[in-house]
């Protein structure tokens, strides 16, 4: 199913539909300000078992999560002073961010070190699902792990996750391009990807 919604403007209504079938364990594809992830409801531990399959991803590779905004990002990472800085000047946008990972994280989608990966994109369908759902999605880029580049077309990525992902909102186009990944662990900003955000 492919469900169009206006990337400016986003309907509510549409995003209320999508935000329901999240809570029942959909499996969608979305826009972002990078490129167009596959993700569920942060809450739906097969749903998220299911992606790792579908991609063929090693689970020791967690996906990264999407927050609304900053203070939704502190319930589920421990932020310092410099890490609080960081993300206020450079969210929302092109950035992961990894960072120790709160009791709110579900085991699955830590690292060993119990870190996990947060994102908060300029992009209002991303954003506003996150918000019609009320708790955090999964994001993952919309290709099998072989592939080297994510899909940036609806009908192309409908096709490849056929029988998988529930929905695929058109959103328009997207760069194509992932997140600068940058960990912040130690209070030291290590560039552990470089993609469209200018650190």
Known sequence: MIITINPQNPQGR????????????????????????????LSQKKSIEKIYRVKQRNPKMPFSIICADLTHISEYA?????????????????????????RLVPQIMLTKRHEVGLRVPAHPIAIGLVQALGRPLINTSAKLEADSQALVNPEEIAELFKGTVDAVIDGGPVPGKPSTLISLVEDVPIILRQGLGIF
Not at 80 to 102: D, E, I
């Open 14 to 41: 549409l995003l209320t539909k999508v935000a329901d079938m999240l809570t029942q364990g959909a499996i969608i594809a979305y826009p972002t300000d990078t490129q167009y992830g596959i993700g569920c409801a």
């Open 78 to 102: 421990l932020l310092s002073n410099f890490a609080y800085r960081t993300l206020k000047r450079l969210l929302p946008g092109p950035f992961t961010f990894v960072l120790p990972g709160t």
